[in-house]
């Protein structure tokens, strides 16, 4: 593959080329691209008799309108055993968080970071404050609910995300510290649960939250099709809320929002319950066993994933971007640097868990490029201005928003205009816990003109300056045999990895006397506008799950609080 194709990687801002973009550009036939760890899909679903179905009805699909939004929603509905009236489909899940941000964002939102780009991109899009809260990598990027918590209070943060599990480095929150932290929220505008990644975790039996959700004020659950049925390109996901907060949404998408191939597959579904429970089953096994084999890579270390991928730090002195084009042009193998993510830098790849013949290429490969002709010498970095070094989304758009200012530049950019929403947040830059920031309503001119108006934010040294080779943390034990092709050369002093369970939120009671009175337009305790009390909710008629179309329920269809759990 020619080097134009690894210099797409450069103008992709937090995400990566497509895939029919690599293709184009290397000029090779479709279907003919590199191995892909890149994109998370479900790998062993539709079944190859189901892509055969749709080959054989290309045409009809293809030519004619879908049915309304409405008709595909309730059959998705009756699939999940989910209330139509408290759920809205998209085409894709971006769609729907920029409806989210639009509709019910209205000055600030809260994210952990490193996390899926658009939660932080989509609201400084159209100028809200984003408080970015950085997961530490001393801690293996676990999000403690408690300290997020009580991050969103000193901030005054009306409206804040949760990816779980969360992307890139698939750490998984259980249900009953995500309820407490719900609770604990109540007064804020907006909790949005992402669950995009969650049909492939099987920590707990059933972790979504859309139950909750639904009796709840303040709370949408955001969950992907696409991700899980294999199927990125068909442009699907839906949220579920209370039925004010769905209908928001809802009243806002086009009639034809979900196109043919998406209403195609929704309506197959319901005979492909049983295949698709086995497929997320077989994705579950292959992360344990792609787990072992990277571990055994010296100096590589992989963080617990409940994801359909796995999050990795390479050894030191190895440049992600110069691993990533050496596998793609000298292996044929796409894999995800994450240095254009915020919160990450080139040292992390995130690597889509696939089937076993596909991960000894993976392997294989990371074994030349990272050690040569043997282990223990990482690749070298790349020499000053002969290669690209991505850093960090934020200091690349820094970078070319401001002229080489930084953030300097660009709080000066923001006095000048006076853009509204942004509120001065204090400088970091050592990825340390964050001191106390000044509340929204009480920051009228920052001490600090280069304390951006981003919120907290780390800003990573590059790559190269990295201290001298230093004993590697290693993974917490994955349950069950972990195969070892062969021990590492050398000794490495492993680490206790941290708990995966971060220490649950404290309960609304508590959190009141704990936290101080929140800042903002909407006064403490007060649900979000248009939102209905949970008694509301309970006390109103229609919410039982009915399939529109009245064919015979679903066979064997595992249901949105627990999908794909078999025996």
């Known amino acids: 593959?020619?080097?134009?194709?690894?210099?797409?990687?450069?103008?992709?801002?937090?995400?990566?080329?497509?895939?029919?973009?690599?293709?184009?550009?290397?000029?090779?036939?479709?279907?003919?691209?590199?191995?892909d760890f890149c994109i998370p899909c479900n790998p062993y679903f539709p079944t190859p008799a189901m892509f055969d179905e749709m080959a054989a009805r290309l045409r009809d699909i293809i030519t004619y309108y879908p049915s309304g939004a409405d008709t595909i929603t309730a059959e998705l509905c009756g699939l999940l055993q989910l209330p139509p009236q408290c759920v809205a489909m998209g085409n894709g899940s971006t769609e729907l968080i920029t409806w989210i941000d639009h509709l019910l964002v209205r000055e600030s939102l809260a994210v952990p970071v490193p996390t899926f780009g658009r939660w932080t991109d989509q609201p400084m899009e159209t100028g809200k404050r984003v408080d970015m809260f950085p997961l530490q990598e001393?801690?293996?990027?676990?999000?403690?609910?408690?300290?997020?918590?009580?991050?969103?209070?000193?901030?005054?943060?009306?409206?804040?995300?949760?990816?779980?599990?969360?992307n890139p480095d698939g750490g998984f929150l259980h249900k009953h510290a995500l309820v407490q932290f719900m609770d604990a929220m109540a007064d804020r505008d907006l909790i949005v649960i992402d669950e995009s990644f969650l049909e492939f975790a099987d920590a707990e039996a059933e972790p979504s939250v859309v139950q909750e959700a639904m009796l709840r004020p303040n709370v949408v659950v955001l969950r992907s099709l696409g991700k899980n049925f294999g199927l990125h390109g068909i442009r699907f996901g839906y949220l579920v809320a209370n039925p004010a907060l769905a209908g928001r949404v809802r009243a806002m998408l086009p009639k034809w929002n979900l196109n043919s191939f998406a209403e195609h597959v929704v309506?197959?579904?319901?005979?492909?319950?049983?295949?698709?429970?086995?497929?997320?089953?077989?994705?579950?096994?292959?992360?344990?066993?792609?787990?072992?084999?990277?571990?055994?890579?010296?100096?590589?270390?992989?963080?617990?994933?409940?994801?359909?991928?796995?999050?990795?730090?390479?050894?030191?002195?190895?440049?992600?971007?110069?691993v990533r084009d050496r596998m793609l042009t000298e292996h044929?193998?796409?894999?995800?640097?994450?240095?254009?993510?915020?919160?990450?830098?080139?040292?992390?790849?995130?690597?889509?868990?696939?089937?076993?013949?596909?991960?000894?290429?993976?392997?294989?490969?990371l074994e030349q490029v990272l050690y040569g002709a043997g282990r223990g010498a990482a690749v070298p970095e790349p020499a000053p201005g002969t290669s690209y070094s991505s850093g960090t989304a934020a200091v690349d758009r820094l970078m070319s928003e401001t002229n080489g200012a930084g953030l300097r530049g660009l709080a000066a950019q923001a006095a000048g205009a006076g853009t509204p929403g942004l509120v001065a947040a204090p400088a970091v830059g050592t990825g340390v816990p964050l001191p106390a920031a000044v509340p929204a309503a009480a920051a009228a001119v920052p001490a600090d003109p280069a304390a951006a108006a981003l919120g907290p934010m780390p800003v990573p040294t590059a790559p190269r300056q990295v201290p001298q080779p230093a004993p590697v943390p290693q993974p917490a034990p994955y349950p069950g045999p972990v195969p070892v092709p062969h021990p590492a050369p050398v000794p490495q002093q492993p680490m206790p990895a941290p708990a995966p369970v971060p220490a649950p939120a404290p309960a609304p009671a508590a959190?009141?006397?704990?936290?101080?009175?929140?800042?903002?337009?909407?006064?403490?305790?007060?649900?979000?506008?248009?939102?209905?009390?949970?008694?509301?909710?309970?006390?109103?008629?229609?919410?039982?799950?009915?399939?529109?179309?009245g064919r015979p329920g679903?066979?064997?269809?595992?249901?949105?609080?627990?999908?794909?759990?078999?025996?």
């Open 554 to 567: 679903p066979q064997n269809w595992p249901n949105a609080a627990g999908m794909g759990r078999t025996g």
């Open 1 to 35: 593959m020619s080097g134009n194709v690894t210099s797409l990687f450069r103008g992709t801002a937090a995400h990566s080329p497509s895939m029919a973009a690599l293709t184009r550009e290397s000029g090779e036939a479709t279907g003919a691209g590199p191995v």
């Open 138 to 166: 001393s801690s293996g990027f676990a999000l403690d609910l408690a300290q997020y918590a009580e991050f969103i209070r000193v901030r005054g943060t009306r409206v804040a995300v949760v990816c779980n599990p969360n």
């Open 332 to 365: 044929r193998v796409l894999v995800r640097e994450c240095g254009n993510k915020v919160g990450s830098s080139s040292r992390f790849l995130r690597l889509v868990v696939r089937p076993q013949a596909d991960v000894r290429r993976l392997v294989s490969g």
């Open 511 to 549: 959190a009141a006397a704990r936290y101080p009175a929140p800042t903002g337009p909407t006064p403490p305790g007060v649900p979000a506008r248009g939102g209905l009390t949970a008694a509301q909710v309970r006390g109103t008629n229609g919410l039982e799950s009915v399939p529109a179309t």
């Open 267 to 322: 309506f197959m579904l319901r005979d492909h319950g049983p295949e698709y429970a086995r497929s997320l089953h077989q994705v579950r096994r292959d992360r344990l066993e792609m787990a072992g084999q990277l571990s055994s890579l010296p100096g590589l270390t992989v963080y617990p994933s409940q994801g359909n991928f796995l999050f990795v730090r390479l050894p030191v002195g190895a440049e992600g971007t110069v």
